[in-house]
């Protein structure tokens, strides 16, 4: 059976710092990768979506990237973190574009 | 750009009444889905529609799409505590991403 594992599940940052958030999917090839961010009591915003290794679409212009250097993982990245990118951030993956999302715990970082 | 309304955005039940929460798009859809998030949790998926005026049952929850396949609802009958969090619809005209509602956070008190 297919699985999806985030990490870590809390974090807390100073402001400026640099992020990774690592997702990897496990009993499947070829996923599609999505990053999710949700603000407390918000809904959920896509951040960035893949394809295929090396394939990223940006859905918001930020001071976030991704990257999928491997098939089944997927990285979310920043430079320096701002108050801004405090919230919940989840990973998803589904097996075509129309298919259903499958959602990894999430992490919730804190920047202060 | 597409643009995705959900309302309402809280409904707080007594423990038996029936919940219903509805899903609108500026633009025609080739699919929408529906997913539930509890709180302190993430979203799992419960179905996705497909087709004009389709209706699909799920024990206690009807989920329709319109005959336009520009709206849906998701209707609870007799909720209960256990269906307590967040819904929501995840829209995609074409592509390989869903644009999703900002939810309807259900709260039930017994």
């Known amino acids: 059976s297919q699985t999806i594992h985030q990490w870590p599940a809390t974090l807390v940052q100073p402001v400026g710092s640099p992020l990774s958030l690592e997702c990897t999917v496990e009993g499947t090839s070829n996923p599609n990768l999505y990053w999710y961010r949700q603000a407390a009591g918000r809904g959920l915003q896509l951040l960035f979506y893949?394809?295929?290794?090396?394939?990223i679409s940006s859905e918001v212009p930020q001071n976030l990237s991704a990257s999928r250097p491997q098939d089944r993982q997927f990285i979310l990245s920043s430079k320096k973190l701002l108050l801004s990118d405090s919230g919940f951030y989840l990973c998803?993956?589904?097996?075509?574009?129309?298919?259903?999302?499958?959602f990894g715990p999430g992490t919730r970082l804190t920047v202060l | 750009g597409q643009q995705v309304m959900q309302i309402p955005q809280y409904q707080h039940v007594q423990e038996g009444e029936d919940f219903t929460t509805y899903c609108n798009s500026s633009?025609?859809?080739?699919?929408i889905q529906w997913y539930k998030q509890r709180p302190g949790g993430h979203p799992v998926f419960l179905i996705q529609l497909v087709k004009s005026g389709e209706v699909k049952k799920q024990k206690r929850l009807t989920f329709q799409f319109g005959e336009a396949k520009k709206n849906s609802s998701l209707h609870i009958t007799a909720t209960q505590t256990t269906d307590v969090g967040t819904y929501f619809c995840?829209?995609?005209?074409?592509?390989?991403?869903?644009?999703f509602g900002k939810g309807t956070s259900l709260l039930v008190t017994p």
């Open positions: 998803a993956w589904s097996g075509s574009s129309y298919n259903e999302q499958f």
């Open positions: 995840g829209l995609s005209n074409s592509g390989y991403a869903l644009n």
């Open positions: 633009t025609t859809l080739s699919n």
């Open positions: 893949s394809v295929g290794i090396g394939q």
